[in-house]
């Protein structure tokens, strides 16, 4: 029975990894600090964790204790947009963190590290990206995870450690933190309905992503230490349809069965197409599911409506104030 350790386990994506993982037969680990996770999404069936991945002397000893045969490595703090005002932050915690989980990884012989990146390392090149296009990400967030990416590179032709990379984008469901301000737009609309708020849409709301449904993604990511042929590679996983910003508010209104109002804010700096092309994907594990934006979004509305509107604090580690969009700035 394979032992495997999910960092960001209590988190959205995690907390499915490891649902997915345990009906595979794996013994599992969920490590997270609860900075975005909830410790009740934790399958009581995994062993919890609460800790950091900057915690080297904690990482050693769950190395050194469990000999896992698989990393999967989830946590990050996903603000991708807020990550140009809190750099420092951002790569202390989703580049060095993940870097000493790598080296963990060599040190115990770790059969497959599999690793999330994102569609953020392809910046604002032509959709659908493709894997490969040359990386050019645009802000710190896309910079970190294409760094961690190059490392796994670098580490498997030195030491051998097979990975898998997933590049995933706009994902949505259950468990995700409705109550962050600053990432997972899904979350935010559904949390600001339940609270008879308007919908926060930056600028004219017609940017363009392909919203996809983590019952898709989870399930693949969890079974693809079994694909001999994914070891090494870069997967773009996700939706294959984009909507606009716009589109998206009204079939979450929709789904929350809530006719609410949409507020255009000031414009932020983000990239303003963003959704990539599966084929490798499709070639490598075959054809995959593909649940409808309107399907998803009512799973996920049933859920937040059963936890409820959630309050998270903002964010207290800005580092730069300048250009720092004002409803950031309000909320800081």
């Not at 013994?27 to 080297?56: C, E, H, K």
């Not at 984008?169 to 600053?182: A, S």
């Not at 008879?196 to 996809?212: I, M, N, Y």
Request: aromatic share 10%; proline share 5%.
């Amino acid at each position: 029975m394979p032992t495997s350790l999910v960092t960001g386990g209590a988190g959205f994506m995690g907390a499915h990894v490891v649902r997915e993982l345990l009906a595979m037969g794996h013994t599992v680990v969920a490590l997270d600090d609860l900075s975005g996770g909830f410790a009740d999404q934790v399958d009581p069936r995994a062993t919890f964790v609460q800790g950091s991945i900057n915690d080297y002397a904690l990482v050693d000893a769950l190395f050194a204790q469990h000999r896992f045969d698989h990393v999967y490595h989830l946590a990050a703090y996903a603000a991708e947009g807020l990550s140009h005002f809190i750099r420092s932050f951002n790569y202390q915690n989703n580049l060095i963190g993940s870097i000493h989980l790598i080296n963990a990884s060599v040190r115990h012989g770790v059969k497959c590290f599999v690793f999330t990146s994102s569609i953020a390392v392809y910046g604002a090149l032509q959709p659908p990206m493709r894997e490969d296009m040359m990386p050019k990400p645009e802000d710190p967030y896309g910079v970190a995870k294409l760094a961690v990416e190059m490392d796994l590179y670098a580490a498997r032709h030195m030491f051998g450690l097979n990975y898998v990379v997933f590049r995933p984008h706009n994902v949505y469901g259950e468990f995700q933190n409705i109550g962050d301000r600053y990432r997972n737009v899904v979350g935010i609309f559904m949390n600001q309905l339940m609270q008879g708020l308007p919908l926060s849409v930056f600028g004219d709301g017609e940017q363009q992503r392909a919203f996809s449904y983590i019952g898709d993604i989870a399930p693949l990511m969890a079974r693809c230490v079994e694909v001999p042929a994914a070891y090494g590679e870069v997967f773009n996983i996700g939706a294959d349809t984009p909507y606009t910003v716009n589109q998206l508010a009204r079939a979450v209104m929709q789904a929350m069965g809530v006719e609410g109002v949409v507020k255009h804010v000031e414009a932020r700096n983000e990239v303003v197409h963003a959704w990539s092309d599966h084929s490798k994907l499709h070639r490598v594990f075959g054809p995959q599911p593909s649940t409808p934006l309107v399907d998803g979004l009512r799973r996920m509305a049933e859920w937040a409506r059963r936890v409820g509107a959630r309050q998270s604090k903002p964010f207290g580690h800005i580092e730069i104030e300048q250009k720092l969009p004002p409803v950031w700035k309000q909320q800081a």
